[in-house]
């Protein structure tokens, strides 16, 4: 019993003993049921020396020393890359350090005992012979020192132990230069592409052409052998004269590019100047003129509102002519005020078609924030430059104008549309001069015809349904989907980056006061 329990205290001890104990603390379950056995077999078999029996744990214990470190047999047998250049040894100016004295070195209290001394020795090394520029600080098996700690231990020893880092590094690079080098001509030698010479072809060599001491590249002969064709055909050709007429044709090639180039710029100078002159182009960027906000703004507001006045005067004492004295009798007196309006804005998109005429439209058509013409105000509601543009308004007007003309009549109608065309230009325009938006320019019919759309539809929810056989019910309730339809998408993202917002609200402000104004008056006729 003796013996058995003195073998049992030796593996005990043994384990405690090996390095690396503090991470085996969970084998002491396994000691303690090894004892156990131990005591059971003395039992049954006294007399019987029992040999202590070993956990595969404490087996690891006995021959690995850390969990990601080799053992010693296989770490004595680790052969060095093929590509790796082996660092020579170097002495070791001093012994091995103390935990504390790691902690302090490496700013990092977890730090091995065996990994810190190993990472000391290992940079240390690395800086003498120069290899620490090519590899770095990082080394295998510190995976647990952090790179923070690792630069404090470099620090520590280039103040402790100075050396010259820099002539080391010059020499690794020279000896990895020619390691290198004997690489690849090695390859180079097994792959065929270069052959040795021996002593008198490389004296001969050097004496006549390569001036190498490498010998005769196979890539240099196949070089050599086309650059010799390639000069014996030209020879060829020379003699038999088709080099000559080779360089005449290309030669005449180049003076007809040269002329038909001189031509295209010719050209293209002359169609510059035409558009020049025409007004579509000018030769420099013209400047923004020096203009106080009451120059732009007041020319504009007064001929605005002197023509809202005029509209409703015209509106107030106009008197529809008789059937006979009318151009086209028989067609609806709607339907002639509405393709009236779209043929003029329909002539207006083909001028925009003609250039010699593009100069008086940006004068009278366009309504520009930095230099505002007067007229503009009124012409440019009745300028439209895309198909889609004037076929999406003109369509609204169909769809809203007619009902709204046979309500209030040819003179209430024109005034109405009028004034909301120019009221909404004078709203973009005052937006666009008081925000310093002075390169905006601005065109089309939409401020009257979003004035058309609120003023149908503030008449319309003011009258009493018909009957059931002369009300298109579902006729209204697409007009007001649609103004329903286009007042959210304002609200789209990137819409108000594509038209004028500031002219369809203030042209649908117009429509709306200007039908109430309406309602008010036939109120006010039918009370008298």
């Known amino acids: 019993m003796s013996n058995v329990l003195l073998r049992q205290s030796t593996c005990l001890s043994t384990i405690l003993r090996a390095p690396g104990a503090s991470r085996i603390a969970t084998g002491l379950f396994d000691a303690s049921s090894s004892i156990s056995l131990l005591s059971s077999l ?39 890359p093929a590509s790796a250049t082996p660092e020579p040894r170097v002495k070791i100016p001093f012994g091995a350090q103390s935990r504390d004295s790691l902690a302090q070195i490496f700013g990092q209290t977890d730090v091995e005992y065996e990994t ?10 690395r800086r003498v012979v120069g290899s620490l520029v090519d590899k770095g600080v990082q080394i295998a098996g510190s995976h647990n020192v952090k790179n923070d700690s690792l630069q404090n231990a470099l620090a520590w ?13 010059e020499l690794w690079a020279e000896n990895e230069a020619e390691r290198l080098e004997g690489t690849y ?29 490498y010998g005769v590249s196979v890539i240099d002969e196949f070089k050599k052998f086309h650059e010799d064709r390639r000069a014996r055909e030209a020879k060829e ?5 088709e080099t000559q007429r080779t360089q005449e044709m290309a030669l005449a090639k180049r003076e007809e590019r040269e002329s038909k180039q001189a031509v295209v710029e010719a050209k293209r100078a002359q169609r510059q100047e035409r558009r020049a002159l025409m007004g579509m182009v ?25 023509l809202v006045v005029l509209f409703w005067l015209g509106a107030t004492f106009y008197t529809p002519p008789p059937n006979e004295r009318r151009l086209f009798p028989d067609t609806p007196t709607a339907v002639a005020t509405i393709s009236t309006i779209a043929a003029i804005n329909l002539a207006v998109y083909a001028m925009w078609h003609v250039p010699p005429i593009w100069r008086l439209l940006n004068r009278y058509m366009v309504q520009v924030a930095s230099s505002p013409f007067w007229p503009s105000v009124l012409g440019n509601t009745f300028s439209h430059q ?10 609204c007007l169909a769809f809203y104008g007619a009902s709204l003309h046979e309500d209030v009549g040819r003179g209430n109608f024109l005034a109405l549309y009028l004034t909301g065309g120019v009221l909404g230009s004078l709203a973009s325009l005052y937006y666009h001069v008081l925000t310093k938006s002075l390169l905006y320019y601005t065109f089309g019919a939409s401020g009257a015809v979003w004035a058309t759309m609120i003023g149908w539809g503030v008449l319309s929810l003011s009258k009493p ?21 286009q007042a959210l998408t304002h609200f789209a993202p990137g819409f108000s980056t594509r038209v004028d917002m500031l002219s369809h609200l203030g042209g649908a402000v117009s429509g709306g006061v200007s039908a109430w104004y309406l309602k008010w008056k036939s109120s006010t006729a039918l009370d008298t």
């Open 42 to 80: 003395n039992a049954s078999s006294p007399g019987k020396d029992v040999k202590c029996p070993r956990s595969p744990l404490w087996q690891k214990a006995t021959t690995r020393f850390f969990t990601t470190s080799p053992t010693r047999k296989a770490r004595g047998k680790r052969a060095t």
């Open 116 to 125: 810190g001394n190993k990472v000391l020795r290992i940079l240390h090394q």
């Open 157 to 169: 020893l280039r103040q402790r132990y100075p050396v010259d880092e820099q002539a080391a590094a």
């Open 185 to 213: 001509i090695a390859r180079a030698e097994k792959l065929g592409l270069y052959k040795p010479l021996s002593g008198d072809e490389k004296q001969q060599e050097l004496s006549t052409t390569t001036k190498s001491i």
């Open 237 to 241: 050709k020379e003699e038999s004269g």
């Open 282 to 306: 000018t030769p420099e960027p013209m400047p923004i003129p020096e203009m106080s906000n009451a120059a732009r703004l007041g020319p504009c507001t007064a001929f605005g509102l002197s």
């Open 386 to 395: 895309r198909l889609i543009h004037l076929g999406a308004n003109m369509a």
């Open 465 to 485: 349904l018909p009957d059931s056989e002369s009300y298109y019910f579902a006729a209204d309730v697409s007009r007001w989907t649609v103004i329903v339809f």
